[in-house]
């Protein structure tokens, strides 16, 4: 994927009609095996967040389709992604909390769409030196807001940690970004720190 070549799209916006027609999830119910799934089945507020990613998740997929050269590729390993996170989703079974474990993966997996596919405009873009290194910062006001930082050629894309924690975010196998009132710290997947400044 080519840094800034992705053009941004448009939310996609349900009829009320279509609102109407379907309040469940996006997948049958009558399908679902693990416990999450079933969890989203009966849960509302859940099932919207499930159609919320199904859109997302279109939108993440046409755009992958229109890169042209690696296109084909690109849009396999978005398809292999997305159903590592539904086995990931599934996992949750193993957590205290179900309902928030799966509520967290959802909101975790929108922000990266999102943020990977600039499919929104990012609400703050700045730029960053860390040591030798220097990144140009997207965020984006997902309801988890997401990340997505570029470095050259690399872009690395992530999301808030949680919900209670403005300012942290991690970076999908890249480390993470703290920003708080006083420093900015960047950090590698083997949790080294680098100071940053804002440039």
Known sequence: MTPR???LLACLVLSPAAGLAQDGPAFDCANAESSAEKLVCHDADLATLDRRLADRFAAAIEVAEGLGVGAEEETNTLRAMQRGWISGRDECWKEPDLRACV???YLQREAELVAGFMLEAPSETFEL???????TVDIFATDLPGLRVEEGDSV??????ETDTPGTYYMRSAGGLVMDADTITIS?????ETACEIR
């Open 103 to 105: 509520e967290k993966e």
């Open 156 to 161: 690395y894309v992530g999301a808030q940690l």
């Open 188 to 192: 590698d997947v083997h949790s080294e």
């Open 5 to 7: 070549s992705i053009p």
């Open 129 to 135: 030196i860390c040591g030798p290194r220097a990144l």
